[in-house]
C-alpha cells in the first residue's frame, strides 16, 4: 500500500510484516555499513552459515586489477554443496519436503519429494555417474526439462565434485553441440522429450544431432520421461532411470574447496560466442543461500516458488542452491503460465499454498494483457512477497502485479543481478526498504554500487547520477574466470572502467539513493527476460546461404521487453519474399533456438557504415525503435543515402 494511504510512488511492508522479517530498516542500514567497512569481519561470519569440511582461516582474497584480477572467498576452507542441500537436513528435516514437483499437464499428480528422497535419488544418480567414469573436476552437461532428474543430477555433479554446465532445453542441437565440446564434457544427461505447454520438444533427437559433432567417446544418459521412441544406440545411450533402480541408494560426497568449479554456464555477451561463466563452491552457495533468505524474508516452513528454468542461473541459485542450501520447500514447475489456461500460475500457487513468488516482468505483462478475471477466481492469500527479475518492470506491470497478485500487501523485489553474479546485487528487502514501482532499490550487503560517467570513466559522487553500473568490490558470488579464458574475462568486465567489474547496464541513482536500472549500454539484448548476444544472431542469420550480411538490434517490446530487429541484405539477384523471411525465422530457430527467432525482418539492400567499414548500430537501433528524427550525425557515413531507403521500409510503425 501506499505510505499513509497516499499515492506517493512509494510503497511500504505493513507493521506486521515488518515486526516479523529477518531485516528491518534499521537492521539493514547497520548490517549494509559494517558489511563494505570490514568484508572479512562480514563475510567471515555469514560464511557459518553453511557446514564446512575443513574451517576457512581467511575470508576475502580478491583484486579487480586488470592484468591481475583475481576472485577468492574461503579459499582454504573445504566443504560439499550437495551435502549442505541435502545431508546436514538429515537430522530434522528428513521428512520434510524438499522439492514439489508440479508437472506440465495440471491433470497430472504433483510430486512431494522429501529430503530423504532427494538424498537416495541423488546418491543413485551420483552413482550412475560415477559407473560411466565421471571423475571429480569432469564436465557433465545437463539438458532436461524441468523435472526432478534435473536436480538430482545437478545435486549427484556437486556431490561427486564434477563440473554441471546446464544447457536450456529450449536450445538448438547446434548451440548444445558448442556448449558440450567448449567445455569438453564427457557425458550428456538428457530426457526422451520435454513436454511443455502440450507440446513435446525431442530433446533425445536434439542431442542425438548435438553429439554427431562432438567427440565419440562422450556418452549419453537418457531419463525416459514421456517414454516415447526414441533412436537408440547401444553403445553410447544409458537408460538413467533403470540404472538409478539398480544403483546403490548411497553415495559417499567428497570434499571440496571452496573455490572448486560448482558449475559452467554459458551465456551471451556482447561478441563471440557464448561466455562460459565458472561459479565455484563456497562464496556462491553461501551468496545464494544469505540472499534467497533475506531477499524474500523465507522463513521456516514457507513455500517458495521460483517460476525461472534451471536452465538459466535464476534457476540454478533460487530453484536448487539456495533454497536447498536454506532447508526450504521449493517448486519445480515444468509447464509454462499460460497452459491449459492463463489462471495456472495462480493455480499452482493456491494449490500448493505457495508463500513467495518470484517471476519475471515479461511473464506478468502477458498474463496482465489475458485480464485479472484468471487471478481473481484462485485463493492467493498465502502470498507474503513476490519477485520479479531479469529486465526492468514497467510501473503499469508493477501494480497489476502489487494491486491483482499481491492484493497490495505483499512486497515486490525487484532484484537486479547477473549470470555472473551468482545472486542478487541491488533489491529491496521486503521488510527493510520501501519500493518504488521500477526501481531494484539499494544494495545487498557487500555490494558497492558506483555510477560512472561513459564519457570520462569517472565515479559520479553525487546521490543523483546517470550513467554506467559498476561494482566497485567483490562480493562471494561473483563468478571466478570464464571457462579456459581468463584473459576474455578479464577483457570483457574488467577492462573498461579500470579497477571496477563492469555489468554492461546503465543505471540512474535517484535523490533517495534507489538504483533505477535502466537497460544494457553493450550489444547485448533482453527478450522475454532471456539474455542475447546480437553477434549470435548476426551469425546465424549470415550462415544462411541466401544472406550477405546482417545486422541485427532490439526494440521496445510491449510483452518482450525488448524484440529482436534484424536487418538482412541478401546475396546478389537473391528476391527478397515472404516465404524467405520466413525461411530465415525458421533458421535461425534451428540455428540457435526459439527464443533468437527474429520479430522483424526488414531488407536492406545496404547497411549505415562509416568509411572503414563499421556498421553504425546507433542509427540501426533508431530506426528499429521508429525514432528516426533524431538520428544524430549521419555524415562520416560512407553512404548517407542508405539511411533513407531504410528509414522509409522500416518494419515497426508502431
Ligand atoms: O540487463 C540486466 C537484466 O538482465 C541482465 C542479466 O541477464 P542474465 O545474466 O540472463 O540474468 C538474468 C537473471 C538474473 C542484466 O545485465 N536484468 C536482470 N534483472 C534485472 C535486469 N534489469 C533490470 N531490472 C532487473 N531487476
Redesign the pocket.
Known amino acids: 500500500m501506499a505510505e499513509n494511504g497516499q499515492p506517493t510512488g512509494v510503497y511500504s511492508a505493513s507493521k506486521d510484516f515488518i515486526a516479523n522479517a529477518h531485516v528491518n530498516a534499521e537492521q539493514y542500514a547497520a548490517m549494509y555499513a559494517a558489511s563494505v567497512a570490514d568484508p572479512d569481519a562480514f563475510w567471515g561470519a555469514q560464511g557459518k552459515r553453511i557446514d564446512w569440511i575443513k574451517d576457512y582461516s581467511t575470508v576475502k582474497n580478491t583484486s579487480f586489477d586488470y592484468g591481475n584480477v583475481s576472485i577468492k572467498w574461503y579459499e582454504d576452507g573445504t566443504l560439499n554443496v550437495s551435502a549442505n542441500c541435502i545431508d546436514r537436513h538429515m537430522i530434522s528435516r528428513a521428512n520434510q519436503t524438499a522439492i514439489i514437483w508440479e508437472p506440465d499437464s495440471p491433470a497430472a499428480p504433483a510430486q512431494h519429494i522429501t529430503y530423504a528422497q532427494l538424498l537416495e535419488n541423488t546418491c543413485r544418480m551420483a552413482n550412475v555417474l560415477k559407473a560411466q567414469g565421471v571423475e571429480k573436476g569432469d564436465r557433465v552437461v545437463i539438458y532436461l526439462p524441468m523435472i526432478p532428474e534435473a536436480a538430482y543430477a545437478m545435486l549427484a555433479c556437486a556431490r561427486i565434485g564434477a563440473i554441471h554446465s546446464i544447457v536450456f532445453a529450449g536450445f538448438s542441437p547446434d548451440a548444445l553441440a558448442n556448449r558440450i565440446n567448449d567445455s569438453e564434457a564427457k557425458i550428456v544427461i538428457t530426457a526422451d522429450f520435454a513436454p511443455r505447454g502440450g507440446k513435446k520438444t525431442a530433446l533425445k533427437s536434439n542431442t542425438d544431432q548435438a553429439l554427431l559433432h562432438c567427440d565419440d567417446r562422450v556418452k549419453c544418459l537418457v531419463v525416459k520421461h514421456t517414454g516415447d521412441q526414441t533412436h537408440w544406440s547401444a553403445e553410447r545411450d544409458v537408460d538413467v532411470k533403470a540404472e538409478m533402480a539398480a544403483a546403490r541408494p548411497y553415495c559417499p560426497y567428497v570434499e571440496m574447496n571452496a573455490e572448486d568449479p560448482l558449475f559452467i554456464l554459458y ?1 551471451s555477451g556482447s561478441t563471440g560466442k557464448p561466455k562460459g561463466v565458472v561459479h565455484t563452491s563456497g562464496g556462491y552457495l553461501v551468496y545464494a543461500a544469505m540472499t534467497q533468505q533475506m531477499t524474500f524474508d523465507y522463513q521456516d516452513g514457507d513455500v517458495f516458488w521460483c517460476t525461472a528454468d534451471v536452465g ?3 534457476g540454478h541459485s533460487y530453484i536448487i542452491y539456495g533454497p536447498l542450501a536454506n532447508g526450504a520447500t521449493t517448486i519445480m514447475f515444468e509447464g509454462v503460465p499460460t497452459y491449459p489456461d492463463a489462471g495456472r500460475f495462480w493455480e499452482v500457487c493456491a494449490k500448493h499454498k505457495v508463500n513467495q513468488f518470484y517471476t519475471a516482468p515479461t511473464a506478468i505483462r502477458s498474463l496482465m494483457g489475458m485480464g485479472p478475471e484468471w487471478v481473481d477466481k484462485h485463493d492467493l492469500s498465502s502470498l507474503r512477497v513476490l519477485g ?6 514497467n510501473p503499469e506491470a508493477w501494480n497489476w502485479y502489487n494491486t491483482h497478485v499481491g492484493k497490495g500487501k505483499c512486497p515486490i523485489v ?7 553474479t551468482g545472486g542478487h546485487l541491488i533489491t529491496p528487502l521486503p521488510g527493510a526498504i520501501p519500493q518504488k514501482p521500477g526501481s ?1 532499490t539499494k544494495p545487498f550487503f557487500g555490494v558497492k554500487p558506483v555510477v560512472l560517467d561513459p564519457a570520462t570513466a569517472t565515479v559520479q559522487e553525487a546521490t543523483e547520477a546517470d550513467g554506467v553500473l559498476c561494482i566497485a568490490d567483490s562480493w562471494p558470488g561473483q563468478m571466478r574466470t570464464l571457462w579456459g579464458d581468463h584473459a576474455r574475462f578479464e577483457e570483457a568486465y574488467f577492462a573498461q572502467y579500470r579497477g571496477y567489474y563492469f ?3 546503465g543505471c540512474r541513482r535517484d535523490a533517495d539513493g534507489y538504483y533505477w ?1 535502466t ?2 549500454v553493450d550489444d547485448v539484448i ?1 527478450v522475454s ?3 542475447m548476444g546480437t553477434a549470435e544472431v548476426e551469425s546465424a542469420l549470415v550462415a544462411h546461404p541466401k544472406v550477405a550480411e546482417s545486422a541485427v538490434v532490439g526494440y521496445p517490446h510491449d510483452i518482450k521487453g525488448q524484440g529482436i530487429y534484424a536487418y538482412v541484405t541478401l546475396m546478389n539477384g537473391v528476391e527478397p519474399t515472404d516465404a524467405l523471411r520466413k525461411e530465415l525465422e525458421n533458421w535461425v530457430r534451428s540455428e540457435i533456438g526459439p527464443i533468437a527467432k527474429p520479430d522483424l525482418i526488414q531488407w536492406a539492400p545496404g547497411l549505415p557504415k562509416t568509411r572503414s567499414g563499421k556498421i553504425m548500430r546507433r542509427i540501426l537501433r533508431k530506426i528499429a525503435e521508429n525514432d528516426y528524427g533524431s538520428l544524430g550525425d549521419t555524415s562520416t557515413l560512407a553512404d548517407p543515402s542508405v539511411v533513407d531507403e531504410l528509414i522509409n521500409n522500416r518494419m515497426n510503425r508502431g
Do not use: Y
Not at 414 to 420: A, C, G, M, P, V
Open positions: 551465456t538459466w542461473v535464476t520479479s527479475v531479469g529486465e526492468p518492470i525487484d532484484t537486479f543481478w547477473q549470470t555472473e531494484a555489468t554492461g547496464d536500472i537497460g544494457r533482453n527476460g532471456h539474455r
